[in-house]
T-cell receptor, first 115, second 114 residues
């Protein structure tokens, strides 16, 4: 595997289900990100992890729970979602630091539908 | 605060036409980085280019070219002789330093018809 991978690619869930999105980066980066992209809306940054520590949480509802067990893996745990949470969820990684440019590399995304 | 504006929401061209996607940015930082990403219908954002604020040289890569002008805070992207495969949403983004997150524009949807 190369780059950033995400599983599953498609997910349909009911409002009472619990599911998890997985992201893995094979680039040796030290930062990982979750973005939400809804139809007709701009990219929304949800969470940022630098060196496995969460450094940003952009007022995301608690029904979204991130987990970063190491610098290569990132999860997004979902529970009791709402239909308006249906969106494309993108994971990205980058190398942050004084000498880096922080260009982010994205995975293919998980297209989530909440019924 | 940083801001990236892509005023063109959607552009439609016919194959082989040249097209320019506009990007205007705002930042108080003296050192910053600008990016362009392509998002085809499959959904994945593909990194196209990074430009440092201290390097105003324009860049050309095949049919793609980028015009960076600090005087007007613009970083425009031109596709020459567009092709159907260029149809995608294009995002411009800004990063102030190696530690900051990216600020994305709202994207420009480019539709190239045969």
């Amino acid at each position: 595997e190369t780059g950033v991978t995400q599983t599953p690619r498609h997910l349909v869930m009911g409002m009472t289900n619990k599911k998890s999105l997985k992201c893995e980066q094979h680039l040796g980066h030290n930062a990982m990100y979750w973005y939400k992209q809804s139809a007709k809306k701009p990219l929304e940054l949800m969470f940022v992890y630098n060196f496995k520590e969460q450094t940003e949480n952009n007022s995301v509802p608690s029904r979204f729970s991130p987990e970063c067990p190491n610098s290569s893996h990132l999860f997004l745990h979902l529970h009791t979602l709402q239909p308006e949470d249906s969106a494309l969820y993108l994971c990205a990684s980058s190398q942050v630091g004084l000498d880096s440019y922080n260009e982010q590399f994205f995975g293919p995304g998980t297209r989530l539908t909440v019924l | 605060a940083q801001k990236v504006t892509q005023a063109q929401t959607e552009i439609s061209v016919v194959e082989k036409e040249d097209v320019t996607l506009d990007c205007v940015y705002e930042t108080r930082d003296t050192t910053y980085y600008l990016f362009w990403y392509k998002q085809p219908p499959s959904g994945e954002l593909v990194f196209l280019i990074r430009r440092n604020s201290f390097d105003e040289q324009n860049e050309i890569s095949g049919r793609y070219s980028w015009n960076f002008q600090k005087s007007t805070s613009s970083f425009n992207f031109t596709i020459t002789a567009s092709q159907v495969v260029d149809s995608a949403v294009y995002f411009c983004a800004l990063s102030a330093s190696g530690y900051s997150t990216l600020t994305f524009g709202k994207g420009t949807m480019l539709l190239v018809s045969p």
